[in-house]
């Protein structure tokens, strides 16, 4: 068979086949066209985590921590030691006797001078020199008549007489002197006699009263100790029995004091363990609810990328689809064309191509025979069919194909 013979055979079997191909066609470029627009409208994202707000805690749902304070306990009387005296032995003391010495008049003693006798001797003497004197000046005066030899010889002679007895009474007198000194010596010796002995017997008296003071104050003393011994140990006993009280009554107090403070901090940790679990759930409970908005959004921004992932799957398919029916008909167009060129069909080339819409006429156009269907819905379909016009220029609406 010759190659023309085959073009022709071919293009008459395109030329049958073309409106289906166009058909076909037709139906790839409206499913193309409504993945694209789904595929447009679906890059439309929604920002679902615009809306969301921060989700906190209400402060007034919160619990507070209460705390409760321990009455402090009563302390007990405190015990006072009394404290126990003694009274003191005391001892009387002998004296000594100093009646043996003697004193005052009882010396004996007594001034031998008292009794001298006061010698006129002298002054006898002494009148006579005056009256010799007055004598001799009259006398003196009776010379100047030349009458005084004898009278000077009687007055050299008085004179001497006079001084004799003058010298006789100052002998006396120092005799008697001397007498009363003598005396008053022995009577001194005589009473440091005396005295010396009774010193002696004061000096033994004294011994024998120390000696006896001696042994009352040691008897007084050994008295003394033993009542402050007793007195010491009673009231030592007394401190310690009071210290022993005393210290038990501390020990109940502070006993008192730690079962109150232990049951105040068992109350308070019970009241925070409660306020704790309380704000932990108020807390918990936010975080949740904030987690479900978060997760919530997450999930419904997944939704669309998926979404989108699939539309983006379908569009290829669907252009796939386009592709494959666009050669189809680039094919099928070829074909018919080279069957026009071989000749003998449909009376010659010319009315081949003519009738195929390729030359003149009215063109061949493909028909929307399966109405695609959106994956929104159908609010996204395509309010008219479309058409694919073979000579180019995209998607024509068939309502505005030209007809006849």
Do not use: C
């Amino acid at each position: 068979m010759g190659k023309k013979r085959r073009n022709r055979i071919a293009g008459r079997i395109a030329m049958n086949e073309r409106q289906d191909v166009l058909n076909n066609q037709a139906n790839a470029q409206a499913a193309y066209d409504q993945d694209y627009g789904d595929l447009r409208n679906a890059a439309d994202v929604t920002d679902f985590y615009a809306d969301l707000g921060f989700k906190g805690i209400n402060m007034d749902d919160l619990r507070m921590q209460e705390y409760n304070t321990g009455n402090v306990a009563t302390m007990g009387n405190r015990m006072n030691a009394n404290a126990t005296g003694y009274d003191a032995t005391g001892y009387d003391a002998a004296q000594t006797n100093v009646a043996g010495l003697a004193r005052g008049a009882d010396t004996g003693l007594s001034n031998v001078f008292n009794n001298l006798q006061v010698s006129t001797a002298g002054a006898e003497l002494a009148a006579q020199e005056a009256d010799q004197s007055l004598a001799a000046s009259q006398e003196a005066m009776m010379m100047m008549g030349g009458a005084g030899g004898a009278t000077a010889l009687a007055s050299q002679a008085a004179k001497s007489k006079a001084g004799i007895a003058a010298d006789i009474d100052r002998q006396v007198k120092a005799n008697e002197m001397a007498r009363a000194q003598g005396e008053q010596s022995l009577q001194r010796d005589l009473l440091a006699q005396g005295n010396l002995a009774s010193q002696f017997d004061l000096g033994q008296q004294q011994f024998n009263v120390g000696a006896q003071n001696q042994a009352s104050q040691f008897t007084a003393n050994a008295q003394n100790q033993a009542a402050q011994f007793g007195a010491a140990a009673q009231n030592q006993a007394e401190m310690f029995n009071a210290g022993q009280a005393n210290n038990m009554t501390l020990a109940q107090f502070g006993a008192e004091n730690q079962m109150e403070q232990f049951n105040v901090n068992a109350a308070n940790n019970a009241f925070a363990n409660q306020a704790n679990a309380i704000n932990n759930a108020i807390a918990q409970n936010a975080q949740q609810e904030q987690d479900f908005d978060f997760q919530k959004a997450a999930g419904q921004s997944q939704a669309e990328s998926n979404q989108w992932d699939a539309l983006m799957a379908i569009y290829e398919i669907t252009l796939g689809q386009k592709n494959d029916a666009d050669r189809a008909a680039a094919e099928n167009t070829g074909a018919i064309q080279q069957g026009a060129m071989s000749g003998g069909l449909f009376a010659g080339v010319k009315d081949l191509k003519k009738a195929a819409g390729l030359k003149g006429g009215t063109p061949m156009v493909g028909e929307v025979t399966q109405q695609p269907t959106s994956v929104f819905g159908a609010q996204n379909q395509l309010s008219e069919a479309t058409a694919y016009n073979p000579y180019g220029g995209g998607d024509v609406i068939m309502s505005q194909l030209p007809m006849g």
